[in-house]
């Protein structure tokens, strides 16, 4: 009699614990992040509830409706404080949506909004908003001296040289009477060790200061009087 062969004993097939997952995101959109990772833990219930929230609120910003989308944005915030990772996502969105609803200011439209908005950018250390205010008004008007010598100004605050000493010399050119009020300008202290700067000053007599224009740079300060 053929001896019987025994078989392993079978093991009953592993119970698959069932898994609430979350709808397709759009694809028009960012997606949420995963419910769960390749090997993590299933994530707590009121991960999901964060979730659908924060869907509600991109789906807000998909509309333009800024208002409701931080609403609902800072609520995930509010209410699921533990849901950090979910938090990096949503103060992103929360960020492009509360710069949407701050009124933007009217842009500058005349030389003379511009030369001001330059000056006033000047005085608070935004160089390149000066230059890009002032670059407009070269374009229109080339031989405006206010505009190259404030040019020279903000070049000189980030370090360019070059470009400061070109805008001042023109701007000289122009109305020498710059010529005076760049010798006591301490915001272009930086060129003062440079043989083209002291050149440009020393290529004709200092003007006398009451001749120079009062509004000259409109209200601007040097820094050590700020």
Known sequence: MAKQRSRPNAR?????????????????????????GDAG?????????????Y?????????????TAIELLESVLRQYPEEKELHERVRLYLN????????????????EERLYASTLAINGGRYDEAISHLRLVRD??????????????????????????A???RSIALNPENRALARR???????RQDDAFRA???????????????????PVRSKSAR
């Open 41 to 53: 833990p299933i994530r707590r219930s009121g991960y999901f509830e964060a979730v659908a929230v």
């Open 55 to 67: 869907e509600r609120g991109l789906e807000a910003v998909q509309r333009h409706d800024y208002a």
């Open 140 to 165: 229109e008007d080339p031989d405006n001296e206010h505009a190259l010598y404030m040019l020279a100004v903000a070049h000189t605050q980030r370090g360019e040289h070059a470009e400061a000493l």
């Open 185 to 191: 300008d301490p915001d272009l202290e930086p060129l």
């Open 200 to 218: 440009a000053l020393d290529a004709a007599p200092m003007a006398s200061a009451s001749r120079l224009d009062p509004r000259r740079r409109g």
């Open 167 to 169: 805008h001042l010399e």
């Open 96 to 111: 492009i949506c509360q710069r949407q609803v701050v009124p933007h200011e009217a842009r500058p439209q005349t030389i």
């Open 12 to 36: 009953p097939p592993a119970t698959v614990k069932a898994e609430r997952s979350l709808p397709a995101p759009d694809s028009s959109r960012p997606s949420a992040p995963s419910a769960r």
